[in-house]
């Protein structure tokens, strides 16, 4: 740490939920202290953000690992912890202006002029076309198609307070998150073009870029793919063309599984008792001769019923790319259902399977 105007210098980054705010107290070669406020889910984002904080001071470094288990929290603070340092040493404009001690006033130093920026909210996407003096936010015109008695209310409030205090800084609606958090993106981007932070003509640089696998159905970056696969209140394994497990998710394992399974062959990581079965399952299922398979069986220590289910994977073109064995703690349901197969017994291929839910014609 150096070249440090001693102060208190603001920051702020998105999390998981909601924006990390940061206040970073420095002296010209340290930081001093760090004050956060943020909206993450307390057992999680929540004890991330501080424990980054803990050791942001205690190495003088936003060079440090992030938490495992909350990668959006822990990077946020990261980016708002540089942010302020970045305005402690000149290198970026204050996020909410300037404090003139000799009006009392917050001062921005903006090119006149009228700006737009976009932000996703709850109903879509939201714009805000945001006029600025050269001190001065003077209007901040809303478009979008956020619920007029909710989402589109927290705007009218959200644009009155930041027109009153003259801060950038965005607090969170009760019941319309969504809509304050894309009116902070929107007025984030606004407000960098009118400080030149942001030029809109620029090309992203590639780290900017959150990469996102297109669906049918829609779209995900990575890492939200990862978590949605991790939330699943089932374990599943992913069993490529080649009959070698390729992937497993981590949470809700009923079986064990370690990163060393990765790559063996499917039958192999069965006990020699249920191989041939477990074979001719994958053969079948492999070929189209089977659509699926269910069955269970009762652990050793009697607690509870395993429930397991196997279907084939197909892309558009019909081709099979795998397989995907998905696992639950069935005991809720399985003594609810007319008697479904036990470990070691295959279903009739012939026949619907209505645990996977098949209706054929």
Same mark, same amino acid.
Not at 198 to 218: H, M, S, T
Not at 224 to 239: K, S
Not at 284 to 297: I, N, Y
């Given at each position: 740490?150096?070249?440090?105007?001693?102060?208190?210098?603001?920051?702020?980054?998105?999390?998981?939920?909601?924006?990390?705010?940061?206040?970073?107290?420095?002296?010209?070669?340290?930081?001093?202290?760090?004050?956060?406020?943020?909206?993450?889910?307390?057992?999680?984002?929540?004890?991330?953000?501080?424990?980054?904080?803990?050791?942001?001071?205690?190495?003088?470094?936003?060079?440090?690992?992030?938490?495992?288990?909350?990668?959006?929290?822990?990077?946020?603070?990261?980016?708002?912890?540089?942010?302020?340092?970045?305005?402690?040493?000149?290198?970026?404009?204050?996020?909410?202006?300037?404090?003139?001690?000799?009006?009392?006033?917050?001062?921005?130093?903006?090119?006149?002029?009228?700006?737009?920026?976009?932000?996703?909210?709850?109903?879509?996407?939201?714009?805000?076309?945001?006029?600025?003096?050269?001190?001065?936010?003077?209007?901040?015109?809303?478009?979008?198609?956020?619920?007029?008695?909710?989402?589109?209310?927290?705007?009218?409030?959200?644009?009155?307070?930041?027109?009153?205090?003259?801060?950038?800084?965005?607090?969170?609606?009760?019941?319309?998150?969504?809509?304050?958090?894309?009116?902070? #993106? &929107?007025?984030?981007? /606004? *407000?960098?073009?009118?400080?030149?932070?942001?030029? @809109? +003509?620029?090309?992203? !640089?590639?780290?900017?870029?959150?990469?996102?696998?297109?669906?049918?159905?829609?779209?995900?970056?990575?890492?939200?793919? #990862? &978590?949605?696969?991790? /939330? *699943?209140?089932?374990?599943?394994?992913?069993?490529? @063309? +080649?009959?070698?497990? !390729?992937?497993?998710?981590?949470?809700?394992?009923?079986?064990?599984?370690?990163?060393?399974?990765?790559?063996?062959?499917?039958?192999?990581?069965?006990?020699?008792?249920?191989?041939?079965?477990?074979?001719?399952?994958?053969?079948?299922?492999?070929?189209?001769?089977?659509?699926?398979?269910?069955?269970?069986?009762?652990?050793?220590?009697?607690?509870?019923?395993?429930?397991?289910?196997?279907?084939?994977?197909?892309?558009?073109?019909?081709?099979?790319?795998?397989?995907?064995?998905?696992?639950?703690?069935?005991?809720?349901?399985?003594?609810?259902?007319?008697?479904?197969?036990?470990?070691?017994?295959?279903?009739?291929?012939?026949?619907?399977?209505?645990?996977?839910?098949?209706?054929?014609?």
């Amino acid at each position: 740490m150096n070249n440090l105007k001693p102060g208190t210098y603001k920051g702020r980054s998105t999390g998981y939920h909601d924006y990390i705010t940061v206040d970073v107290k420095v002296d010209e070669e340290k930081i001093l202290e760090i004050n956060y406020s943020e909206n993450e889910t307390p057992n999680k984002g929540g004890l991330a953000v501080a424990k980054m904080v803990e050791e942001i001071i205690k190495q003088q470094s936003i060079e440090i690992d992030t938490v495992s288990g909350a990668t959006y929290a822990s990077e946020g603070t990261l980016r708002a912890v540089a942010y302020a340092l970045g305005v402690a040493r000149g290198e970026r404009a204050p996020i909410d202006g300037e404090f003139n001690e000799e009006t009392g006033r917050i001062e921005h130093n903006f090119t006149p002029g009228t700006y737009s920026g976009n932000g996703d909210g709850y109903k879509g996407e939201i714009n805000l076309n945001v006029t600025v003096s050269e001190k001065k936010i003077e209007k901040i015109e809303y478009q979008g198609k956020e619920t007029p008695d909710i989402g589109g209310k927290a705007i009218e409030e959200i644009i009155a307070g930041v027109l009153r205090k003259q801060s950038s800084q965005i607090d969170t609606i009760s019941g319309a998150t969504f809509s304050s958090r894309g009116s902070q #993106e &929107a007025l984030d981007y /606004a *407000l960098g073009i009118a400080t030149g932070e942001i030029d @809109p +003509d620029a090309e992203p !640089q590639l780290e900017d870029l959150e990469p996102r696998i297109q669906f049918k159905g829609g779209s995900l970056t990575i890492e939200q793919i #990862e &978590a949605v696969l991790n /939330a *699943l209140p089932v374990e599943i394994t992913f069993v490529g @063309p +080649d009959l070698r497990f !390729q992937y497993f998710n981590e949470e809700h394992h009923e079986f064990h599984r370690s990163q060393a399974s990765l790559g063996s062959h499917f039958i192999d990581c069965h006990p020699p008792h249920v191989r041939e079965f477990v074979g001719k399952l994958a053969g079948e299922l492999a070929d189209g001769t089977r659509k699926s398979e269910t069955h269970w069986f009762t652990r050793k220590s009697g607690d509870r019923k395993i429930f397991v289910s196997y279907v084939p994977l197909f892309n558009r073109k019909g081709k099979s790319v795998g397989f995907m064995e998905y696992v639950q703690n069935g005991t809720p349901f399985i003594e609810s259902i007319s008697e479904p197969n036990r470990r070691g017994e295959l279903s009739d291929p012939n026949e619907p399977n209505p645990f996977a839910r098949e209706k054929w014609d």
